[in-house]
T-cell receptor
């Protein structure tokens, strides 16, 4: 039991739509990161939030955006969905840099 | 940026066999983790091991930071060990985990 929970677990959306994915971090963890994992590949870093501020961003377009709330839970929003956005989206929480990160079970997004 | 390479890409074992998975990285790191991804997609933490050796039951890991590699040992493998094993590193002032491409393990009964 990692304590990191994500919702929903599965989602099907139509191209052009918008989606919001949610993550509750492990108790006491102030840092949340989001990753995208395409089929057959390793996870790719999207962005990280630390104490409600974006702390870094990977090579993803601006239609990928996020929020972190005062309780350190987080949302990932994706606008104008494209077919290539179909992937497993993983949320990880930690106490900061250089410290072990724990992952949720992921949200599997399918864009049709 | 830092490169992470894992080998072998695929591995098939008979139940009870031992195996060694390798992770090479191209620069010094301040975080290295091994994960097991189960068939449902969950990444399970195995080890946080930027240096040294750790053991947890049938699994153990060694990171030789000066030579930029880490090894994951699985002894007496079980069918439940099947899945994908990822090595991930965090380097320098970077705040993100960079994953290797994984080793896909299948343990046959």
């Amino acid at each position: 039991e990692t304590g990191v929970t994500q919702s929903p677990t599965h989602l099907i959306k139509t191209r052009g739509q918008q989606v919001t994915l949610r993550c509750s971090s492990q108790s006491g963890h102030n840092t949340v990161s989001w990753y995208q994992q395409a089929l057959g590949q390793g996870p790719q870093f999207i962005f990280q939030y630390y104490r409600e501020e974006e702390n870094g961003r990977g090579n993803f377009p601006p239609r990928f955006s996020g929020l972190q709330f005062p309780n350190y839970s987080s949302e990932l929003n994706v606008n104008a969905l494209e077919l290539d956005d179909s992937a497993l989206y993983l949320c990880a929480s930690s106490l900061g840099q250089g410290i072990s990160a724990f992952f949720g079970q992921g949200t599997r997004l399918t864009v049709v | 940026g830092i490169q992470v390479e894992q080998s072998p890409p695929d591995l098939i074992l008979q139940e009870g066999a031992n195996s060694t998975l390798r992770c090479n990285f191209s620069d010094s790191v301040n975080n290295l983790q091994w994960f097991h991804q189960n068939p449902w997609g969950q990444l399970i933490n195995l080890f946080y091991i930027p240096s040294g050796t750790k053991q947890n039951g049938r699994l153990s890991a060694t990171t030789v930071a000066t030579e930029r590699y880490s090894l994951l040992y699985i002894s007496s493998s079980q069918t439940t060990d099947s899945g994908v094993y990822f090595c991930a590193v965090e380097a320098g002032s970077s705040y993100k985990l960079i994953f290797g491409s994984g080793t896909r393990l299948l343990v046959r009964p």
